[in-house]
Nanobody, 123 residues
Framework: QVQLVESGGGLVQPGGSLRLSCAGS????????IGWFRQAPGKEREGVSC????????YWADSVKGRFTISRDNAKNTVYLQMNSLKPEDTAVYYC????????????????WGQGTQVTVSS
């Protein structure tokens, strides 16, 4: 059974950092494209970043480019989202998702989702 579990969310001040984790079970994450999405209250879920399965290529939303980093630890079967220079507008529930094809920025393209982790950026 394929499962994804996010962790690492919390409350942080503007300018601070958090590292989110997406742990997989039932499959090896390096065989899938892993995307990070977020959903703020009253807004649609949007793509943040993705790491591909084949060559580890990464993709970013313009809003987080240069501030967020995505990486994968195959030994731990985990994908990380390092978030630096956080802003109040980064506040959202963050989800990781998997699809056994190329990266995509579309929510509907992903087959498996985690339960989400809350990130709140506030002073």
């Amino acid at each position: 059974q394929v499962q994804l579990v996010e962790s690492g969310g919390g409350l942080v001040q503007p300018g601070g950092s958090l590292r989110l984790s997406c742990a997989g079970s039932g499959f090896t994450l390096d065989k899938a494209a892993i995307g990070w999405f977020r959903q703020a209250p009253g807004k649609e879920r949007e793509g943040v970043s993705c790491i591909s399965s084949r060559d580890g290529s990464t993709y970013w939303a313009d809003s987080v480019k240069g501030r967020f980093t995505i990486s994968r630890d195959n030994a731990k079967n985990t994908v990380y989202l390092q978030m630096n220079s956080l802003k109040p507008e980064d506040t959202a529930v963050y989800y990781c998702a998997a699809r056994f094809y190329h990266c995509s920025g579309y929510v509907g393209a992903y087959d498996y989702w985690g339960q989400g982790t809350q990130v709140t950026v506030s002073s």
